[in-house]
């Protein structure tokens, strides 16, 4: 057996950490507030170290392989439970066990004299070889803005999570904007785990048609200015920017799915069947797309103004706004359109924009650009698992009704070439997108959404 020391407990003050041992196996390290074994809610955080729970398991999800380091946390039974994001295969994080019948390891974590440790049982001799915080920061802007803007309006506490939605959908000034969704997001996840969950509000407020934008140039999809091929400043610059376009727009498709589609009722199969609403979990899922797309959105703010320009410097297109407004009528169809056919795009070519970035020696652009990937995996995945429940409570085939709903609600080809890995980790075999085809269309599909 070996005892790994991790390091002090005072530095890992985040919620989750990378560890790679020095045999190259690596673990993800998490740190959650102590539960309250009579309520089963997580006890309020402190300053203390004692408010705090460590657990150790490995990082990649027995299942497929999925980043454990991403893991959705849940409380059942008095106890926390890592759900892959993936394909939301769960497990115990004390005791690696899962409903699906698959075990995770596990290993078991002492803290003694101020230093964190970890014990790894049938293995002799390992050391630390590395460890990192999980990327979970959003870039705020710091110090004077160029037109200050103040800050942003936040609700009060009667607020429904569809008050919420329709709040940042209507909210222009982006950096409001992101400080609003990841505020929702961490609000709403804390009320999960108390006795008062937030109310839904389905059915009370209708969201915008289109949400403002603010102090940016419109122009159509197929006017955008060429970037080149990043060879240069300018062409990065170029690119980087429409990128943060889309994370933008990302924001607001990811928030006016809840919101839009929050009555949502299934189809019976059969007329003794009762109609099933959407399951908590559905709010909760697109809530982590949304935080992730805000953070995307900061990340790429953020590395613009390091490079000297500015997001509102280039004109910028709304092309994945008339996605949604295509498929307003029916989740199936946004789910289908949006998640699956322009996210999935993102899959496709994001490896070939890093290798630009790499090649001009941009390593904090590669950076920010791999932390995007790695999350857009997780978002198609999030699109098939909900449309394959859909499907499961309506009796269908869930590739067909993607195939059908591409075939009357999106524009063009469903071309490649395609990263079939990146597709498949999310759940997208073949059989979804190969000899794909929308409506007409001569424009390139817009990656990412």
């Not at 929702?184 to 009370?204: D, N, V, W, Y």
């Not at 007329?271 to 099933?276: M, R």
């Amino acid at each position: 057996m070996s005892v790994v020391d991790i390091g002090r407990l005072v530095d890992l003050q985040h919620t989750r950490h990378s560890v790679t041992l020095s045999n190259g196996k690596r673990l993800v390290l998490f740190r959650l507030p102590k539960i309250d074994r009579s309520d089963a809610v997580a006890l309020p955080v402190s300053g203390s170290p004692d408010a705090w729970s460590y657990y150790a398991m490995e990082a990649e999800c027995p299942h497929a392989g999925g980043p454990m380091t991403d893991a959705h946390i849940d409380i059942e039974d008095s106890s926390y439970i890592a759900s892959c994001p993936w394909h939301a295969y769960d497990f115990n994080v004390e005791t690696g066990e899962s409903s699906y019948g698959i075990k995770a390891c596990t290993f078991p974590v002492t803290i003694q004299n101020g230093r964190v440790s970890i014990r790894i049982p049938e293995a002799e001799n390992l050391q630390l070889a590395k460890i990192e915080p999980v990327s979970e920061k959003v870039k705020f802007k710091h110090g004077p803005r160029i037109e200050p803007s103040g800050s942003p309006t936040y609700l009060g506490e009667d607020a429904s999570l569809c008050d919420w939605c329709v709040h940042i959908l209507n909210t222009s000034n982006p950096e409001h904007k992101i400080e609003l969704t990841t505020h929702l997001f961490s609000l709403f996840a804390t009320c999960e785990q108390s006795s008062t969950p937030m109310r839904i509000g389905a059915g009370t407020i209708t969201p915008p048609q289109e949400p403002p934008r603010q102090n940016l140039t419109q122009v159509k999809p197929g006017q955008m200015p060429k970037a080149g091929k990043g060879g240069n400043l300018k062409s990065r610059i170029m690119m980087l920017h429409a990128l943060a376009n889309i994370e933008q727009w990302a924001i607001d498709l990811a928030i006016d799915i809840i919101v839009r589609f929050a009555s949502f009722q299934t189809i019976t199969p059969n007329e003794n069947d009762a109609p099933q609403q959407l399951p908590r979990t559905f709010f909760y899922d697109w809530l982590k797309v949304a935080n992730d797309e805000a953070k995307h959105f900061s990340l790429l703010r953020a590395r613009l103004e390091e490079l000297g320009s500015h997001f509102g410097a280039l004109p910028v297109h709304h092309g994945l706004w008339e996605s949604a407004t295509r498929t307003a009528h029916d989740l199936r169809a946004r789910i289908s359109v949006i998640a699956l056919v322009h996210e999935a795009r993102g899959l496709d070519v994001n490896p070939l924009t890093i290798e630009k970035f790499r090649n001009a020696s941009d390593s904090e652009s590669v950076d920010v650009l791999n932390i995007i990937h790695n999350d857009e995996i997780t978002h198609v995945t999030t699109g098939h698992r909900w449309l394959t429940w859909i499907c499961q409570q309506e009796g269908t085939d869930p590739v067909q009704v993607f195939r059908s709903n591409v075939q009357k609600h999106f524009k063009g080809a469903v071309k490649g070439p395609f990263n079939a890995e990146a597709r498949q980790q999310a759940g997208m075999d073949k059989s979804y997108y190969e000899d794909l085809h929308g409506q007409p269309w001569k424009g390139e599909v817009i990656a990412g959404g």
